[in-house]
C-alpha cells in the first residue's frame, strides 16, 4: 500500500516507463528487495497502481443524480485537476503507458472504462453520451 500510495504520483507525472524501479523504490523508502517480495515485476506494479487509482477515482466521485454528474465534471476539467495531474485522473496519465503494456494491464484499464461508461449511461440514460463523457 505504501509503495502504490507514493508511486501512483510519481508515475503519473514522469510517466512510468521513464520512472525506473529504484526511483520508484526510493519515493516508499523501500528497498527493491522489498518490491520483489510483493511484485513479479514492473508490469505487474503498474497493474496494481491502475487498480488502486480507478477505484479511488470511482470512489472519489459519487454520481447519484445528474447535478453530482455536472459537478465531478467541473472538478475534472478544472485548472487545477488540469495542473496537478500527479494527483488527478489516472487515464490520461497513463493510458499511453497502457497501450504499450501487457493484455493484464490493458485488459484492467478496459474493465475500468467500460464500468465508468455503463455507470454513466444508466444516469444520463444514454449509452452514447456515456462514451463521449468516458472519453
Known sequence: ALLLSKAAPLVK???FASTGLDTLMKAA????????SQFS??????????????SAQHDAFPLDSLEQLAGATRLYLSRGHAQHADMGCPIPALAAEVGRAGPEVRETFERALEQRQRRLAELMGDENRAWVLTC
Open 41 to 54: 515485476s514492473k508490469a505487474e506494479l503498474l497493474e496494481a497502481i491502475l487498480q488502486r487509482e480507478l
Open 13 to 15: 507525472r514522469q510517466g
Open 29 to 36: 523508502g523501500l528497498t527493491t528487495g522489498a518490491f520483489y
